[in-house]
């Protein structure tokens, strides 16, 4: 913070040498009479003499003169009584070794050695401190009446950090007014000089009845609904809003005012934040090397940045596309500069290379998160639909098996249930590659089966975005198009634990809520743009695309699932029987049939080999509605 009132700390040194013979000289006064005050004199004089030669280097010592006193707080209290105490110590230490020595009058009051200087020292020194801090509050809060003045959501911690900032920062043009909080105890009570004005309900009065130009929501751990209130009575109101990061989204980060921005979609749809056993993924992580495929894409990324917080020996970033490997290898050496990280550019469907990775490597988990994804893409190109999600995952697999890795985690898809399109009847097949192996090595492999995820590449949520910039219009394909929604962070979150409690052979589904109507979310999106749907911006609807339903299902029909230890985590209880040499004649017959691009006969067969697959119903796809 640039000011005059950042006192260089050379100025302190020189007040603390005033504050020293003030403090020693008020001693002698306050404990003698005015009759004794001239014989006790050159004691005092002594006395000064020994404290400015102690106490400097002491202060010193224990780093007054390295302190933001600006930024005092708590722990700089804490450190002044150490260094007051110490400093009054070994001054009453000198004193007394020069009072037995016959260097200083025999009869000099002990009390002024014991007591009196230390408290005196102690308020001087420490007020001295604080003054600074309450100088540069004041100095700030002159800027008030130009300053943008905020009302923050939650007087919980994030709260209470949040306004901190706000008041001692000069660089940040915000001014808190005050707290709403639903919890009954903190009504009317003020958190650094800030009152709780009320509860979340009663925003809307409280907008109306106070200047406010600016609205932030400090909860982390708010769901959705809560953030969808604060929105839609901010944007009737026209008074914008802020929000601070879920509470996935903060994992292995910080609560600052760095961190907040604009409300997005992931805010409005956020579910209430779910524990993870802490202890159980770290047994699984720590310490060991870690290989993640795909980890230039959206939940590879995610991976990454999660497992790095539990300081695995290496974390090997495997990706085909350069550009998102090096994007995702600076990232994590910023937040994670002592972690050893190896970026390694290699195609799954390189079966001679992947080998080799592993041999060199030797990793210990395994995430495979490397799959093609875009369903009208994969239907017009499925040959390279089946050799990216059916060899690369059969490379995947066998690397492992041959180098003995301990876990390995296939990250799959909803589309894979009753697969009608390419995409999901590939990534079928690689889950039974996977179930087989693990059946047969008895490894903990393991399938992790979720639906779609906000905000990933090639997702609905960006398509939207761009479309509201163009001014419109949004092409939704059916008015009641529903699908399953999480953000990356929760999924990889709920991943990471499914990971840890896999022994082999399991299908893992994440709970992903109730389905969300696309035109919901289509009309959030543009509000969330400060835009009306159907006034400013249309929405048209082009038809469901060829390979689509109309909703997705989470598991086959006829087949349980069962809770497992985590609530948001389910298993299946049937397992499926996987026919190995069937299996592997089928693979092989798609490969061959992918090199020689036979696309009628790489449907048919998959079609044939996957249970309950309907993939030649589809009608070709048309390119022009690929969006």
Known sequence: MKSRL??????????????????????????????????????????????????????????????????????????????????????????????????????????????????????????????????????????????????????????????????????????????????PAKQKHEIYGIQVIGKVTDLAEVLDNHQVDEVIIAIPSAPGRIVRLVNDVCRLKGIPSRTMPGIFELIGGKVSVNRLREVDITDLLRRDPVKIDDHLVGTTFSGKRVLVT???????????????????????????????????????????????????????????????????????????????????????????????????????????????????????????????????????????????????NGRAYSVVRFGNVLGSRGSVVPLFKRQIARGGPITVTHPDMRRYFMTIPEAVHLVLQAASMGQGGEVFLLNMGQQVRILDLAEDLIRLSGLEPGRDIEITFTGIRPGEKLSEDLWEEGMHFQRTDHSEIYRATEEENVDSERLTRAVDQLVHLSHQAETESLIRVLDESIPSASVRSTPPPDMTAII
């Not at 007040?15 to 013979?21: F, S």
């Not at 050893?340 to 210990?364: G, M, N, W």
């Open 6 to 183: 950042q006192i260089r700390n050379r100025f302190v040194l020189i007040g603390d040498i005033a504050l020293i013979i003030i403090s020693v000289l008020g001693s002698f006064a306050l404990r003698l009479d005015v009759g004794q005050l001239p014989f006790y004199f050159p004691a005092a004089l002594t006395m000064c003499a020994v404290a400015l030669l102690v106490k400097l280097p002491v202060y010193y010592f224990f780093g007054l003169y390295r302190r933001l006193w600006v930024y005092a707080s708590t722990n700089e209290l804490r450190l002044i009584i150490a260094a007051v105490s110490a400093a009054s110590v070994l001054t009453s230490g000198v004193m007394l070794a020069l009072i037995s020595f016959g260097f200083v009058i025999p009869g000099m009051p002990r009390s002024v050695l014991y007591g009196i200087d230390w408290l005196l020292s102690l308020v001087l020194i420490g007020g001295s401190r604080f003054a600074l801090r309450i100088l540069a509050e004041q100095s700030s809060a002159l800027k008030n009446g130009k300053s943008r003045r905020v009302l923050i959501i939650g007087a919980g911690d994030a709260g209470a950090l949040v306004a901190r900032e706000l008041q001692k920062s000069s660089q940040i043009n915000f001014y808190p007014v005050g707290f709403l909080d639903d919890d």
């Open 294 to 440: 795909g980890a230039g894409g959206s939940i590879g990324r995610e991976i990454c940045r999660q497992v790095a917080r539990w300081s695995p020996a290496q974390l090997v970033l495997l990706g085909h596309g350069e550009n998102s490997i090096f994007e995702s290898l600076l990232e994590l050496h910023e937040n994670f500069s002592s972690l050893p990280i190896q970026p390694v550019i290699a195609d799954v469907r390189d079966t001679s290379r992947i080998q080799e990775l592993f041999k060199a490597h030797r990793p210990e988990v395994v995430f495979h998160a490397a799959a093609h994804k875009h369903v009208p893409l994969m239907e017009a190109n499925v040959e390279d639909a089946v050799t990216n999600n059916v060899l690369g995952t059969r490379n995947i697999v066998e690397a492992a098996n041959r180098h003995e890795v301990e876990r390995l985690v296939l990250i799959s898809t909803d589309k894979a249930i009753r697969p009608v399109n390419v995409m999901g009847a590939t990534k079928r097949l690689a889950e039974m590659i996977l179930l087989d192996a693990a059946h047969r």
